[in-house]
């Protein structure tokens, strides 16, 4: 087998452990933790369904592309939850050096080319990138949704933490915002699902 | 919130079950069995890193989507490992029935889309659809390869058998069947983890 088929083989087993990195977001029906690979997965399918939504046009499969690869590094950087503090300051770091091993795996046009993809989504600067994040954000919610908020609740999450990052929805799409992010975090403040200080 | 995009963030819901359908299939490090979205998230993935070795010019992006979508019917009908003689007789009545409950879950202009999609993977008819199958036979290859053959010597499968399901790679690349596929099979022969007749 020649060395480069070798090297994509080695990048394609190696990222099956992205579906051992489990996430605070539950599954719908009350169900266990998901999965890295599993939410890369959904927000995928939820980008493509949802595209007509996006603030500006997109290259829906560059955007696929980037919700499929966007959790890579947690391979070997972990999860770090959205709302843990601690966490995120060391969060870029951990991901710099997962972001070089994983992708030298491939043979190097693929591995630039996807760390840069990487990268794009990271900068928020593009229309794909933008509208790969609202996904990221409404993905965990319509399940936390779903199931009565219990994530918001376990972590004692607050309006303000929320807003924080799910305001950046709007920057891939005001449409997804206003009709489904601030109508659900709304209503469970309005249940006391999420506290409002 | 308009009816148009009610029906959309419904049938995102509902596929949120595909992860809670169970293959034969174990991930690798002898891990416990992958689901239908892991396995979708990871064929997708490997089309786009193997494009190169399709046997015809493929439009990624389709293949892709593709894969994302081709198990969403067995929320309903449940997974048919692919040496179940008796699950495959009646695993098209199955899931032709879960198709059509899910899908019309969409907007009327997606079901119509994604049915087709679904029907063309189905169909083996295009050079999107064969590249398609050939990642849905390779991936789960690539992992039991990886534990040492433990789904093929737990179900005592024959190269017969193997050979029936894994040959179609080659209608979708050549390459990847002679490089990989026959060299994997051949080498788990070797080694007894397939019973050769």
């Not at 499929?68 to 950087?77: G, N, R, T």
């Not at 997962?98 to 993809?117: G, H, N, V």
């Amino acid at each position: 087998m020649n060395e480069r088929l070798k090297k994509q083989l080695d990048f394609a087993l190696e990222i099956d452990k992205e579906k051992s990195i489990f996430r605070q977001t539950h599954l719908s029906g009350h169900g266990r933790n998901e999965n890295d690979a599993e939410h890369a997965w959904h927000m995928a399918l939820m980008a493509y369904l949802l595209k007509e939504y996006a603030n500006e046009p997109v290259d829906i499969s560059r955007v696929m592309l980037m919700c499929l690869i966007h959790d890579i590094v947690e391979i070997d950087a972990g999860d770090t939850y959205a709302y843990d503090e601690e966490g995120l300051k060391t969060q870029k770091e951990r991901e710099d050096k997962a972001k070089e091993r994983i992708f030298s795996l491939l043979p190097d046009d693929q591995k630039q080319e996807l760390m840069a993809l990487f990268d794009e989504f990271e900068e928020y600067e593009t229309a794909e990138s933008r509208f790969a994040h609202a996904m990221d954000n409404l993905q965990p919610l319509i399940l936390n949704n779903s199931n009565n908020g219990e994530d918001w609740r376990e972590h004692a999450v607050t309006a303000e933490q929320i807003y924080g990052r799910q305001s950046k929805t709007r920057l891939g799409s005001e449409t997804l915002y206003e009709e489904v992010t601030d109508r659900i975090v709304q209503e469970h403040i309005e249940k006391g699902n999420i506290t409002s200080v």
